[in-house]
């Protein structure tokens, strides 16, 4: 590379956001301001503007201006987005940084250069912290920029926004096509499962043995011995993830009942507002592993019930639905539901013969929608792996036309 290579704050001022005061209020007027989560890559999002107390004289100090780029300081490192402006004043908070760049540097130049940074590793190597990693004001400051003139800056981005965007329109189509399929999806399992005509029962009467919940216990470390247990994240509305699992220091004694069977259905118990109440069936080996007090257990009465069946049942937009209605929580805290509430749900019972049919058909869609997902993810991954090349190659120094059709080839 040709370029000179100059840290950040030479080119730029750098500040970090508003550290938000949970003490007393102070009788301050109350302004809007940015979040972490409002920064996405390339956009910045007002639709969900929270307000803070601000004294007069700090208004300036916090104030964001048309043109100053937005840096997410944790959560994913570097994630960042140019502010376009708007009439009404607008602050932001520390876990965000601002960048203001001099005569020198181009603001979108600094935004994708974060992104290169991001995506390739350099900005996780300069964070720090233990257990939720951050990029320190003074960290940013040193980030390394290449300077090629303005006019050169300018035809880089030009190139790299005019293929992103056909990146940005492939990413859009996937993104409709996962969303289609999984409606798609839906309605095929309210059909077969909520064909009418059929009685209803409470998921209570068609289980052979009371609901649990799981237990929790601190995870291993380093070379303790520890016990298979699953996590939250194991249990999606249509499958069973069985590599998200920990080792946890549950003993014997306290592991007694919490074994998975083939056929267990877990309910999460607790989540997001739309995840509350998600559901899988366990398909793996006999005492493989544990459960959580976050999931709640159900083993169905085979003589009642298949419990592919009932799986399907809790899973249909139907079943979910009656679970998430019932969920509590305060405001601010994620909502609940208990095994009361599960084994109130009414499903429809057809004959065992029926329930065979229907599951049948249901594993025909549930496969249908795997191999859609997959070829949908792919799709996906390539995307990705070619705006890395896109970025790699925009900031190596010789960056053209030829060479950004190559990158995407």
Same mark, same amino acid.
């Given at each position: ?88 004043? $607008? ?21 994708? $250069? ?50 992103? &965007? ?184 057809? &004959? ?36 890395? &090349? ?5 900031? &190596? ?13």
């Amino acid at each position: 590379m040709s370029w000179p290579v100059v840290p950040l704050d030479e080119v730029a001022e750098t500040a970090l956001g508003k550290m938000l005061d949970k003490g007393k209020p102070k009788g301050h007027a109350h302004v809007p301001y940015l979040r972490n989560v409002n920064v996405q890559w390339g956009r910045i999002d007002t639709d969900d503007l929270l307000t803070m107390e601000l004294a007069d004289d700090e208004r300036e100090r916090f104030r964001v201006r048309k043109g100053d780029l937005l840096v997410c300081e944790g959560g994913e490192i570097g994630r960042c987005a140019i502010w376009q402006g708007r009439d009404e004043y $607008l602050a932001y908070q520390k876990a965000l940084h601002r960048i203001r760049p001099g005569d020198s540097v181009d603001a979108r130049f600094l935004r994708y $250069l974060l992104e290169h940074y991001s995506v390739n590793g350099m900005l996780a190597g300069m964070s720090t912290g233990t257990t939720i990693a951050h990029l320190p004001q003074q960290q940013l400051r040193r980030v390394p920029v290449p300077l090629p003139p303005l006019k050169e800056q300018w035809r880089i981005v030009a190139l790299l926004e005019d293929h992103l &965007s056909r990146l940005d329109a492939s990413d859009a189509y996937v993104h409709a096509g996962l969303a289609r399929a999984q409606v798609w999806y839906a309605k095929v399992i309210d059909q077969l499962v909520w064909s009418p005509g059929n009685p209803h029962r409470e998921v209570r009467s068609l289980l052979r043995e009371p609901m649990r919940n799981g237990r929790s216990d601190r995870a291993a470390q380093g070379s303790e011995c520890g016990t298979r247990t699953l996590t939250l994240t194991a249990v999606t509305r249509n499958s069973f993830i069985d590599e998200h699992t920990k080792l946890t220091t549950t003993t014997p004694d306290r592991a007694v009942g919490l074994w998975l069977e083939p056929g267990d259905i877990l309910v999460q118990r607790s989540n997001t507002p739309e995840l509350v109440g998600t559901s899988a069936r366990f398909d793996g080996p006999r005492d493989w592993a544990i459960f959580p007090d976050l999931l709640i257990r159900l083993r169905a009465n085979e003589s009642l019930v298949d419990s592919r069946f009932l799986s399907a049942a809790l899973r249909s937009k139907r079943g979910h639905v009656q679970l998430r209605r019932q969920a509590k929580g305060a405001a601010g805290s994620m909502p609940k539901i208990d095994q009361e509430t599960v084994g109130s749900v009414l499903i429809p019972l057809p &004959s065992g013969k029926d329930q065979r049919r229907i599951v049948a058909q249901v594993t025909a869609a549930d496969s249908g929608l795997r191999q859609l997902r997959a070829e949908l993810e792919a799709m996906q991954l390539r995307s990705a792996a070619l705006r890395r &090349s896109l970025l790699a190659a925009a900031f &190596s120094g010789h960056f053209s036309e030829t060479s950004a059709q190559t990158a995407t080839a």
